[in-house]
C-alpha cells in the first residue's frame, strides 16, 4: 500500500519561502512520476508542479519561476521549494502519484500572511 506523507507547511509573510516535503512508501519510488497539487475551499483541486522519473520538471503558470519540484531517490522524497509566497499560494498542498491507483496524501496547510 502507497503511503504518501507531507510535511513543511506553515505560516509565512508575502515574499518568504516554504520547503514542502513529501515521504513515499510502498511503491517503487525512482521509476514513478510524482506531482504538486493544491486546493482552497473555493477552487479545484489544481495541479502545481511535476517532476518525472528521470527529473523532467514542468509547472503550472502560476507559479512557475517560483517554486521548484525536486526529488530524492535515496530517500524516497519529493520536495516543493516554494520561493516568494504570494496572497494567492495559501491552499493545503498534497503530494500524488499513480502507482497502482490514485495515491494522495493528507496535504500540508500553506498559510501567506503579514
Known amino acids: 500500500q502507497v503511503h504518501l506523507v507531507e510535511s513543511g507547511g506553515g505560516l509565512v509573510q508575502p515574499g518568504g519561502t516554504l520547503r514542502l516535503s513529501c515521504a513515499a512508501s510502498?511503491?517503487?519510488?525512482?521509476?514513478?512520476?510524482m506531482k504538486w497539487y493544491r486546493q482552497t475551499p473555493t477552487k479545484e483541486r489544481e495541479l502545481v508542479a511535476t517532476?518525472?522519473?528521470?527529473?523532467?520538471?514542468n509547472y503550472s503558470e502560476a507559479v512557475k519561476g517560483r517554486f521548484t519540484i525536486s526529488r530524492n531517490n535515496a530517500r524516497n522524497t519529493v520536495y516543493l521549494q516554494m520561493n516568494n509566497l504570494t496572497p494567492e499560494d495559501p491552499a493545503v498542498y498534497y503530494c500524488?502519484?499513480?502507482?497502482?491507483?490514485?495515491?494522495w496524501g493528507r496535504g500540508t496547510q500553506v498559510t501567506v500572511s503579514s
Open positions: 517532476i518525472s522519473s528521470s527529473g523532467d520538471t
Open positions: 500524488y502519484t499513480y502507482y497502482h491507483g490514485d495515491d
Open positions: 510502498g511503491l517503487n519510488f525512482k521509476i514513478s512520476i
